[in-house]
């Protein structure tokens, strides 16, 4: 598709929004989305708040690129004074947006000629033994001796690929079945999508094949303190770095405890797309003004995991770290160039903000954004601008906004939904419950929030002490504050949830209470503020569980009339845990009602 009929006049699309705003009576399932004016670090609006039942939710993203995290205080209190809407007007940069067309114009025109990798022919025997070289330490790469020398035997050969296993690890022949799963996936699946879907991948050692290692040192990196599924190393890709710096090989590493199915499915999925975008950025002939550097980590990963949902395999990569986000989406940074420089390569709800950020990208822009992200030589913001035709800044209000309505049944003019993927029901092995809100009362209200650099918080104004509601946001300028005011329909049901700790410490119970309207309770579950990955320690929630039995056990009936209170039996609780708790249910109409609390001591974001 040409690069000038994908742009999308987004700005427009909202500022046409706003000045009908104030004239457009609520509709079912609409929603109205303001993006407000911020000076110097400061928002004031004055908002008609007639009604008892009023929710709006404040939408606060930082632009800044700094880790932060910044301090943001929401204030609010009944006033007299007239309504008052301070409305961003659209961002508009002629000079900028031909830039961005201009270079993507030049793209599309190299990935029309652009020339194939050198094909080479599949060696008939490749070598029965091999040795690679692996950092096995923290940070010192130039120390020849925090690498490990690990010699290992051919397994199995493929039409694309061959596998060698490290010869240290104790059951190899346990191991075959594994080695066979790996084959036959990559053969039959992740190759020719790769291939057809998002680019190729250099054949450095010119044999033919991709090579797969599996190793058990994949269990104790870092001195014993790093276990990691598998990895790529873009060192390997190259021909004259040095042993034991590369290894002069198109390959990955992968943890000989992997299994056969779903899961080792994934991880081949997601680390060929690593492969694929080195080679392609690196070595790839596009813009000779761009230079030629791997991409950034934070669209690195968010592509290799929107490989993994092309395939379809599990969510086992993916569920708890789009959970960890949604449990606390001030905490983490979306845009982070070098995920281990910042220290933050572990972290997984900052994985799940990018993933959940280009997954609604793609829906905006386009199915194909994916290979034109990967087939270039740009990187970070600019790679994604010149793919979207769209500045960052407009993207990332928007695509924080999708979010929250993303599963609640509400749409908002120029907002582009959040498709296919429901974030207010089970993911996997998570329940998840929408992005956690933090609820101020829009009558002597005064809440304080850290906001992660290139995070995102979200504020539910509710319970007005009048017909019209003050409410302002502070910051310090330097976090490049974004303000969006999201206007939900009239006679929304509301549920709130408080946490009590009991008196040994070691259980809680919970108070929920309906506002605004019935609700039927559904689901409940509690998960770790910053899960692990392993389900099973990580969540009270279980897939297959009949729909219901968690509600009855905790709260009883599951029916709850407007104005009603629930309070649970006592729930036994992991020791010295942070939790979330949530309560998932439906209103009279239908339409998803979630709530969530934290208990416990919050960890510093």
């Given at each position: 598709?040409?690069?000038?009929?994908?742009?999308?006049?987004?700005?427009?699309?909202?500022?046409?929004?706003?000045?009908?705003?104030?004239?457009?009576?609520?509709?079912a399932?609409?929603?109205?989305?303001?993006?407000?004016?911020?000076?110097?670090?400061?928002c004031?609006?004055?908002?008609?708040?007639?009604?008892?039942?009023?929710?709006?939710?404040?939408?606060?993203?930082?632009?800044?690129r700094?880790?932060?995290?910044?301090?943001?205080?929401?204030?609010?209190?009944?006033?007299?004074?007239?309504?008052t809407?301070?409305?961003?007007?659209?961002?508009?940069?002629?000079?900028?947006?031909?830039?961005?067309?201009?270079?993507?114009?030049r793209?599309?025109?190299?990935?029309?000629r652009?020339?194939?990798?050198e094909?080479?022919?599949?060696?008939?025997?490749?070598?029965?033994?091999?040795?690679?070289?692996?950092?096995?330490?923290?940070?010192?790469?130039?120390?020849?001796?925090?690498?490990?020398?690990?010699?290992?035997?051919?397994?199995?050969?493929?039409?694309?690929?061959?596998?060698?296993v490290?010869?240290?690890?104790?059951?190899?022949?346990?191991?075959?079945?594994?080695?066979?799963?790996?084959?036959?996936?990559?053969?039959?699946?992740v190759?020719?999508?790769?291939?057809?879907?998002?680019g190729?991948?250099?054949?450095?050692?010119?044999?033919?094949?991709?090579?797969?290692?599996?190793?058990?040192?994949l269990?104790?990196?870092?001195?014993?303190?790093?276990a990691?599924g598998?990895?790529v190393?873009?060192?390997?890709?190259?021909?004259?770095?040095?042993?034991?710096?590369?290894?002069?090989?198109?390959?990955?590493?992968?943890?000989?405890?992997?299994k056969?199915?779903?899961?080792?499915?994934?991880?081949?999925a997601?680390?060929?797309?690593?492969?694929?975008?080195?080679?392609?950025?690196?070595?790839?002939?596009?813009?000779?003004?761009a230079?030629r550097?791997?991409?950034?980590?934070?669209?690195?990963?968010?592509?290799?995991h929107?490989?993994?949902?092309?395939?379809?395999?599990?969510?086992?990569?993916?569920?708890?770290?789009?959970?960890?986000?949604?449990?606390?989406p001030?905490?983490?940074?979306?845009?982070?160039?070098?995920?281990?420089?910042?220290?933050?390569?572990?972290?997984?709800?900052?994985?799940?903000?990018?993933?959940?950020?280009?997954?609604?990208?793609?829906?905006r822009?386009?199915?194909?954004?994916?290979?034109?992200l990967?087939?270039?030589?740009?990187?970070?913001?600019?790679?994604?601008?010149?793919?979207?035709?769209?500045?960052?800044?407009d993207?990332?209000?928007?695509?924080?906004?999708a979010?929250?309505?993303?599963?609640?049944?509400?749409?908002?003019?120029?907002?582009?939904?959040?498709?296919?993927?429901?974030?207010?029901?089970?993911?996997?092995?998570?329940?998840?419950?929408?992005?956690?809100?933090?609820e101020?009362?829009?009558?002597?209200?005064?809440?304080?929030?850290?906001v992660?650099?290139?995070?995102?918080?979200?504020?539910?104004?509710?319970?007005?002490?009048?017909?019209r509601?003050?409410?302002?946001?502070?910051?310090d300028?330097?976090?490049?504050?974004?303000?969006?005011?999201?206007?939900?329909?009239?006679?929304?049901?509301?549920?709130?949830?408080?946490?009590?700790?009991?008196p040994d410490?070691?259980?809680?119970?919970?108070?929920?209470?309906?506002?605004?309207?019935a609700?039927?309770?559904?689901?409940?579950?509690?998960?770790?503020?910053?899960?692990?990955?392993?389900?099973?320690?990580?969540?009270s929630y279980?897939?297959?569980?009949?729909t219901?039995?968690?509600?009855?056990?905790?709260?009883?009936?599951p029916?709850?009339?407007?104005?009603?209170?629930?309070?649970?039996?006592?729930l036994?609780?992991?020791a010295?845990?942070?939790?979330?708790?949530?309560?998932?249910g439906?209103?009279?109409?239908?339409?998803?009602?979630?709530?969530?609390?934290?208990?416990g001591?919050?960890?510093?974001?």
């Open positions: 598709m040409d690069a000038q009929k994908r742009r999308r006049p987004g700005a427009c699309v909202f500022a046409l929004l706003l000045l009908l705003a104030p004239c457009i009576l609520p509709r399932h609409a929603a109205s989305v303001v993006p407000l004016t911020v000076r110097d670090g400061r004031e609006a004055v908002l008609a708040t007639a009604r008892p039942d009023e929710q709006l939710y404040l939408v606060l993203g930082s632009l800044s700094a880790a932060g995290p910044c301090r943001v205080t929401v204030r609010t209190e009944a006033t007299t004074g007239p309504e809407v301070p409305i961003e007007p659209p961002a508009r940069d002629r000079a900028e947006a031909a830039y961005l067309c201009e270079l993507g114009e793209l599309e025109r190299v990935r029309r652009r020339t194939q990798f094909q080479f022919v599949s060696l008939a025997e490749p070598p029965r033994e091999k040795v690679f070289h692996l950092f096995t330490g923290e940070q010192d790469f130039r120390n020849t001796r925090e690498y490990a020398a690990v010699a290992a035997e051919l397994r199995a050969v493929g039409r694309h690929c061959q596998v060698y490290d010869r240290n690890h104790r059951d190899r022949a346990g191991l075959q079945p594994t080695v066979e799963d790996a084959v036959r996936t990559f053969d039959e699946a190759y020719p999508l790769a291939r057809r879907q998002l190729q991948v250099l054949d450095v050692d010119r044999d033919g094949r991709f090579t797969i290692l599996f190793t058990p040192w269990a104790r990196l870092q001195k014993g303190k790093v990691l598998g990895f190393r873009g060192s390997d890709f190259y021909r004259d770095v040095a042993a034991p710096f590369g290894n002069h090989c198109d390959m990955m590493y992968l943890n000989t405890d992997l056969p199915g779903p899961h080792l499915r994934t991880l081949l997601h680390e060929y797309t690593h492969a694929v975008v080195f080679s392609e950025h690196v070595f790839g002939e596009y813009l000779p003004v230079g550097r791997d991409e950034e980590s934070w669209l690195n990963e968010a592509l290799a929107m490989a993994e949902e092309a395939h379809g395999y599990s969510w086992s990569n993916l569920d708890y770290r789009v959970s960890a986000f949604l449990n606390a001030q905490r983490y940074r979306l845009v982070v160039p070098d995920y281990y420089g910042a220290g933050i390569w572990r972290d997984p709800g900052t994985r799940g903000s990018a993933y959940l950020f280009l997954r609604w990208c793609r829906d822009c386009g199915a194909d954004l994916p290979a034109r990967i087939q270039s030589n740009l990187q970070g913001t600019l790679n994604l601008e010149v793919a979207a035709q769209q500045r960052f800044a993207l990332f209000r928007e695509w924080s906004a979010l929250l309505l993303a599963g609640t049944g509400a749409a908002a003019d120029g907002v582009a939904p959040l498709r296919g993927l429901d974030l207010r029901r089970p993911l996997g092995s998570r329940m998840l419950c929408g992005p956690r809100c933090e101020v009362p829009l009558h002597r209200g005064d809440h304080e929030i850290h992660a650099g290139t995070g995102v918080a979200y504020v539910l104004l509710h319970s007005p002490g009048a017909a509601s003050r409410v302002t946001v502070t910051a300028p330097a976090a490049e504050l974004q303000v969006s005011l999201i206007r939900l329909p009239g006679r929304t049901a509301r549920l709130s949830l408080r946490c009590e700790t009991g410490g070691k259980s809680v119970r919970l108070t929920v209470r309906t506002h605004g309207g609700v039927r309770l559904e689901n409940a579950a509690w998960e770790r503020l910053v899960p692990s990955g392993e389900a099973a320690t990580d969540t279980r897939p297959g569980a009949q219901g039995t968690t509600v009855r056990a905790w709260f009883g009936e029916g709850l009339e407007p104005g009603e209170s629930r309070r649970s039996a006592s036994p609780i992991p010295g845990a942070t939790l979330v708790f949530r309560v998932t439906t209103d009279r109409q239908g339409n998803p009602v979630t709530t969530q609390a934290v208990h001591a919050r960890p510093a974001p």
